[in-house]
């Protein structure tokens, strides 16, 4: 356990010391291992309208990257005010992004990452479509692609071992 917080402080000082040399600046910056193991770590990091998030294996050789996600709370208009959005925020310990695709808005949760930091476009562990009828918002956990995990546990593997 106590190797695990020494890492933690490791991985912690070359997110931020990377945040500071590419000159950016932040409020927040949450930072964990990956699943099974404590040599790769994620960062997700409040830059105002944005997160970054990045990742850090101590096998690294290159500087580290950061993926930019928008927040887009503004997509959010009068939802913000609905019980079950708040709670979602609550759950989420305020690390969500909104995102639109094909006019659906969609919940993503930051904490639990995404299936593949190097894809075009992002995809979160924890999504939930956002369904507004008339008056009613009704909240489904988006459709996920269990074939998905062995592709995401190689990549985990691949990126282990630096970049």
Same mark, same amino acid.
């Given at each position: 356990m106590i190797l695990t917080l020494i890492l933690k402080g490791i991985s912690f000082f070359q997110f931020t010391s990377a945040l500071k040399k590419q000159? @950016? #600046?932040?409020s927040e910056i949450d930072t964990?291992?990956?699943?099974?193991?404590t040599i790769l770590w994620s960062a997700n990091i409040d830059a105002g309208d944005n997160y970054l998030l990045a990742e850090y294996s101590f096998f690294d050789t290159q500087p580290l990257s950061f993926r930019v996600v928008p927040k887009q709370r503004e997509l959010l208009e009068d939802l913000i005010k609905n019980e079950n959005i708040q709670r979602l925020i609550k759950i989420s310990e305020g690390w969500?992004? @909104? #995102?639109k695709q094909q006019n659906q808005l969609y919940?993503?949760?930051?904490r639990f990452g995404v299936y593949d930091m190097s894809a075009t476009g992002l995809e979160f562990v924890f999504s939930y479509k956002l369904?507004?009828?008339?008056d009613t918002l009704t909240i489904e956990e988006a459709e996920r692609n269990p074939g998905k995990m062995k592709t995401v546990m190689l990549g985990l593997w691949d990126r282990i071992w630096g970049n």
């Open positions: 000159g @950016i #600046s932040y964990r291992p990956a699943p099974f193991n969500y992004a @909104i #995102s919940f993503n949760d930051l369904i507004t009828d008339k």
